[in-house]
């Protein structure tokens, strides 16, 4: 009983508009153009890639300021035998980069930044240059 009415819905279902032999497909058509540019909006790839380039260039500025100073106070007891008691002490500093480090780390990130764009620029191409052999072959 139960073969028949799956046999009788299957044929239902293939004589159906969606089935029928020499129906045309209802998918929307694309140019080249529209593909590409779809392929470039949706390739996780290069979304990645642009996180990338962006995070190199943020700490690239980050990389070229100085930092600020910094100041501390403690405050404590000793328990030690010989000298116990009150225990306190203050700091200061001011950090002073006269080696030129963070100019040259920030130009470091800065080239890598760059690096990362020309990254994404041939991924671009690769990506367009798939979309144009799918769609000649």
Not at 68 to 93: D, N, Q, V, W
Request: charged share 20%.
């Amino acid at each position: 009983m139960f073969h028949r009415f799956a046999a009788a819905a299957v044929s239902i279902l293939l004589a159906g508009p969606g089935f029928a032999r020499g129906a045309e497909p209802s998918a929307k058509k694309y140019s080249l153009t529209e593909l590409a540019a779809l392929a470039l909006r949706s390739t996780p790839l290069l979304a990645a890639q642009d996180a990338r380039v962006e995070e190199k260039s943020l700490s690239a500025a980050q990389a070229r300021v100085w930092e600020g100073p910094s100041a501390g106070f403690m405050l404590g007891r000793k328990s030690e035998p010989a000298g116990s008691g009150p225990s306190y002490e203050i700091s200061a500093s001011l950090p002073l980069p006269l080696t030129g480090e963070p100019v040259l780390r920030g130009r470091l990130l800065d080239l890598e930044a760059e690096s990362w764009r020309l990254q994404r620029a041939a991924s671009e191409v690769l990506v367009t240059a798939a979309v144009a052999q799918g769609a000649f072959e």
